[in-house]
């Protein structure tokens, strides 16, 4: 008998791995002219596990505290062997894994993988969205230099801008009235901590929902397929799609190693809360639609402060973003228009909005 | 080819690809472990050196003299005063950023550029420098002298 | 009250008390004003006798509670020009330049009187300005040259503290300039015209007006204030080197000192100029139109060829530092952390500083010291930047091995596919 069959044997008489992995291996992709964008959601997934690795590593030698922080980050990046691997790999896969996340999302959303019956697959998915960004700007903060922190400062201050709740939930989230070492020390819970705890969990109920509902197949061929099953076409899942992913896996793996080596990412200068924030600061490419949106907003609308009116937008449109499916017709022959529309606009305003952020001064 | 052949060489062609992909396969988790491994080992300088460093040594200044030494990315001067006390402070003049000395026949700190005076703690007394050299906190541990930055409230 | 009773009443007792209000409201408006009625009247009078109430706001002296009268005298109380400006009341009118100093003196050279007022403030400006050479020839009867409302201006006058004031530091060399860069004006004296367009050329004046360092000199700082005169050739050095200090050290136990005193020549000024002083260059070591000490020397003599010694190994150290923080530039932007080596560059740039500053020991032992100092710093620091540049390739090296082992894995994938698909 093969050391492999041998395995599953052992296996299958402890745990019932047999009927364990069987929907696994019923498991099939529908194949059609957009089935590469199924492999998002698995390079996602695959990153955050990078992420999650590369970070424990990376806790081994960093140290949170404003004395500490900024010189355990230049520590890893000089002395440790390798350090400026793992923390470049660290860096650069957050924010390809945001690219991604959001990429995702709007495949799914232009898919209309999101109707019924996958509305909570869409919302945890949603969650987890706000979740990575989260991630982002609380690990940015980490390395406590200029750059993250008036970052941190400006986008902790336009969250006390919301009103009512928005100054207690900004002095929760500085762990006082201003940004200080306090805030590193939040910052740092929330991100090795709180935020891998919940991504976890929302994880694997979006991926026991994917596995239980299969995979979505886009609306004008769902009417095709149910019309004229023998036309409708499929891919297994273990191995053939499997193998495929495994593939794109790795071209990420490729992709993330040349980063870190050719452009590690820097150090910048140790933060000091008595400077004056540098001209022209800017958060990371992800938050730039937002923040740039946030500067073209006039002063007052109406009689309201023009930043509580652009906070309350984004508040009201990512609430709209997370019960989106529940606006949708179940009808695969009648997909709403508008809700198409939209999409297209939100994905337009995203990239022109961000590019506009980039560029201007 | 005969039908045998032909059977024969799938499984040969195929093992072929196998050994081929677990190759590729194990050379690149190589190619992954091995910077983990060295990774996780310890480097031999365990100081992190930005925030704490090693001035001198305790018999290594005598009173009324200076020392300068790295710290962080900046020089910093300690000074041994005349009745044996530590001072430890930024050695980067607020002038014109040149590199400050101790003056042992002025007990002062001054400045050979544009003939800045400090006074021990620091404290910027004569010419042109606007802002006083930030201060440092000196600790002596066993025959060691230690100097980090004042810690933030 | 019974006149309350009566609604005409009403409108009477209203009437009173409306006109009471205005009065007492009026009075309180003028109470604490020092009754001035002088710029009445010339706050709308034009140029040559006008004083606006604005303008005169400005001025130190009426901040501290004097009016026009503290100087002019007369009756500041009176509305009629003619009690108001009466010789009677002790009216001066205008004031003649001549007496210009005595007048200011008259209060700021009472030190009972300005203690009232600025107890740290000094008195003794008209006793310096009698030893200026405005003074002198302002007592010698010329009244083209400068008294204390030319500088300090009149009216409007703000403390050098200001930085409005035509006396603060950053102002002073304009202030200075109205007269002494005025060709018509300072004909028949016989000193140039150039000093402040020589000066504005400075990096004295860079440092001053344009970056704000309020340490920098300027004319007042050179020549004085009060006592404002040039310092004499054989004493120009010892302004210098108030902050020079260093520079000065090494000049006045040098042979040029010894020299320069014999041929009274000035200190500093022969080589570096006075006015027009620009930061100096290796090149004024060289032979070219920069050359400061061909100006006397001959070629070929011991002092040229000690000369050249000098620039070449000015050259040389400048030469390894530039060097180095070449190929650690290439490092950095290839991702190396090279903060320690920049650092040490500081310290190689600091021994370069100190070896031109050494220069004017005009002893090439002194300054070989210094140079061969930073050449083993520079040189210390081209090697970390030849290691950092061997890890970068160490690196890329390692990238490229695990991208040709993921790209066999590729590869086998693919074929793996295809194999087990057909």
């Given at each position: 008998m093969s050391p492999l069959r041998g395995v599953r044997n052992w296996l299958d008489q402890r745990l019932g791995w047999d009927d364990l992995i069987a929907p696994l291996r019923k498991k099939t992709v529908p194949l059609h002219?957009?089935?590469?964008?199924?492999f998002l959601g698995g390079i996602t997934l695959f990153l955050f596990v990078i992420q999650v690795l590369t970070g424990i590593l990376l806790l081994l030698y960093y140290r949170p505290g404003a004395n500490e922080a900024f010189e355990s980050v230049q520590y890893i990046m000089?002395?440790?062997?390798?350090g400026w691997l793992i923390r470049s790999i660290h860096s650069w896969s957050a924010n390809l894994m945001i690219f991604t996340a959001f990429a995702h999302m709007f495949s799914v959303l232009f898919l209309k993988a999101y109707r019924k019956p996958r509305e909570l697959t869409w919302v945890s998915g949603v969650i987890l969205l706000f979740l990575v960004m989260g991630f982002g700007f609380s690990g940015?903060?980490?390395?406590?230099?200029t750059l993250a922190f008036f970052a941190t400062k400006v986008g902790t201050e336009i969250t006390g801008q919301?009103?009512?709740?928005g100054k207690p939930v900004m002095i929760f989230l500085r762990g006082g009235e201003e940004v200080t070492g306090a805030t590193l020390t939040r910052f740092f819970g929330f991100h090795v901590a709180v935020l891998p705890g919940l991504a976890t969990v929302l994880i694997l109920l979006h991926l026991l929902l994917v596995q239980r509902l299969g995979m979505s197949i886009p609306p004008k061929l769902e009417v095709q397929w149910t019309a004229n099953p023998s036309a409708k076409r499929e891919m297994k899942f273990f191995p053939n799609f499997s193998l495929r992913e495994l593939m794109a896996w790795y071209v990420a793996l490729g992709v993330l190693g040349a980063l870190a080596a050719v452009f590690p990412w820097n150090l910048g200068v140790k933060a000091d809360p008595f400077v004056s924030a540098p001209a022209g600061i800017k958060p990371e490419w992800y938050f730039l639609f937002m923040f740039q949106t946030l500067k073209l907003i006039?002063?007052?609308?109406w009689f309201i402060d023009g930043e509580i009116v652009g906070v309350l937008a984004f508040g009201f449109v990512g609430l709209f973003w997370l019960l989106l499916p529940f606006f949708e017709s179940g009808q695969p022959s009648h997909m709403k228009k508008w809700i198409t529309g939209l999409s297209i606009f939100a994905l337009a305003y995203i990239v022109s909005m961000s590019v506009y952020g980039y560029l201007a001064k | 080819m005969t039908a045998d052949q032909l059977s024969e060489s799938k499984p040969t062609r195929r093992r072929v690809i196998e050994w081929f992909l677990g190759g590729g396969l194990l050379a690149s988790l190589a190619s992954f472990i091995y910077p983990v491994l060295r990774y996780v080992v310890?480097?031999?300088?365990?100081?992190?050196?930005?925030?704490?460093?090693?001035?001198?040594?305790?018999?290594e200044l005598k009173p009324n003299s200076g020392k300068i030494f790295r710290f962080g990315n900046r020089p910093g001067l300690l000074i041994r005063t005349p009745s044996g006390e530590y001072r430890a402070m930024s050695?980067?003049?607020?002038?014109?950023?040149c590199t400050v000395q101790y003056r042992d026949d002025l007990h002062e700190v001054w400045c050979a550029c544009h003939n800045g005076k400090y006074d021990l703690s620091g404290r910027?007394?004569?010419?042109?420098?606007p802002r006083p050299l930030e201060g440092f906190e000196v600790q002596v541990r066993g025959d060691e002298i230690f100097v980090r930055r004042r810690r933030e409230a | 009250m019974a006149i309350l009773r009566n609604k005409r009443g009403i409108f009477t007792v209203a009437r009173y008390a409306g006109l009471a209000s205005c009065i007492v409201l009026a009075a309180c408006l003028g109470?604490?004003?020092?009754?001035?009625?002088?710029?009445?009247?010339h706050s709308a009078l034009?140029?040559?006798?006008g004083v606006t109430q604005e303008k005169f706001s400005q001025d130190i002296h009426a901040q501290k509670?004097?009016?026009?009268?503290?100087?002019?005298?007369?009756?500041?109380?009176?509305?009629?020009p003619d009690k108001a400006m009466s010789r009677k009341a002790g009216w001066k009118g205008r004031i003649d330049r001549k007496q210009i100093p005595q007048l200011c003196g008259?209060?700021?050279?009472d030190p009972a009187y300005i203690r009232q007022f600025n107890?740290?403030?000094?008195?003794?400006q008209l006793d310096q300005y009698r030893t200026s050479v405005h003074g002198k020839r302002f007592a010698a009867g010329d009244t083209k040259a400068a008294v204390c409302?030319?500088?300090?201006?009149?009216?409007?006058l703000r403390a050098?503290?200001?930085?409005?004031?035509?006396?603060n530091p950053v102002n002073v060399a304009n202030t200075c300039s109205r007269?002494?860069?005025?060709a018509e004006y300072m004909k028949?004296?016989?000193?140039?015209?150039d000093q402040f367009a020589k000066y504005s050329t400075s990096v004295h004046h860079q440092a001053l007006?344009?970056?704000?360092?309020?340490s920098a000199p300027t004319?007042?700082?050179?020549?004085?204030?009060?006592?404002?005169a040039p310092p004499g050739v054989d004493k120009v050095q010892n302004v210098c080197s108030n902050c020079h200090a260093f520079q000065a050290q090494m000049y006045e136990r040098s042979s040029h000192k010894k020299a320069f005193d014999a041929a009274s020549l000035p200190g500093c000024v022969v080589?570096?100029?006075?006015?027009?002083i620009s930061h100096p260059t290796?090149?004024?070591?060289?032979?070219?139109?920069?050359?400061?000490?061909?100006r006397c020397h001959t070629p070929g003599d011991k002092c040229d060829q000690a000369r050249a010694g000098l620039q070449s190994s000015l050259s040389q150290l400048d030469a390894s530092i530039k060097s180095a923080d070449q190929i650690l530039g290439v490092a950095e932007s290839s991702g190396m952390e090279v903060s320690e080596a920049r650092l040490g560059q500081d310290q190689a740039r600091d021994s370069l500083t100190k070896a031109r500053v050494t220069i004017h020991s005009f002893r090439t032992d002194l300054v070989d010291q210094d140079i061969q100092a930073g050449r083993r710093i520079a040189a210390k620091n081209l090697q970390s930047g030849k290691e950092a540049m061997v890890e970068r390739n160490y690196r890329r090296a390692g990238l490229g091995i695990s991208l040709i082992a993921i790209g066999i894995v590729l590869a086998g994938l693919r074929l793996y596919i295809k194999k087990i698909e057909s």
């Open positions: 002219k957009l089935s590469y964008w199924y000089t002395q440790v062997q390798f940015y903060l980490l390395p406590w230099n919301v009103p009512g709740i006039p002063p007052k609308v | 310890p480097p031999p300088v365990a100081d992190l050196g930005g925030d704490e460093v090693v001035a001198a040594k305790l018999m050695a980067t003049c607020t002038h014109l950023s910027n007394i004569s010419g042109p420098p | 109470y604490g004003q020092a009754a001035n009625s002088c710029l009445d009247c034009p140029d040559a006798l509670g004097l009016t026009c009268t503290s100087c002019h005298g007369g009756d500041p109380t009176s509305d009629d008259s209060c700021h050279s107890p740290s403030l000094r008195t003794d409302t030319d500088c300090h201006s009149v009216h409007d050098p503290s200001d930085p409005r004031s035509t006396v007269c002494h860069s005025d028949g004296y016989s000193i140039p015209t007006a344009v970056r704000g360092d309020l004319c007042t700082t050179c020549h004085g204030n009060h006592g404002a080589c570096h100029s006075n006015h027009g290796d090149a004024t070591l060289g032979t070219g139109p920069d050359a400061l000490c061909m």
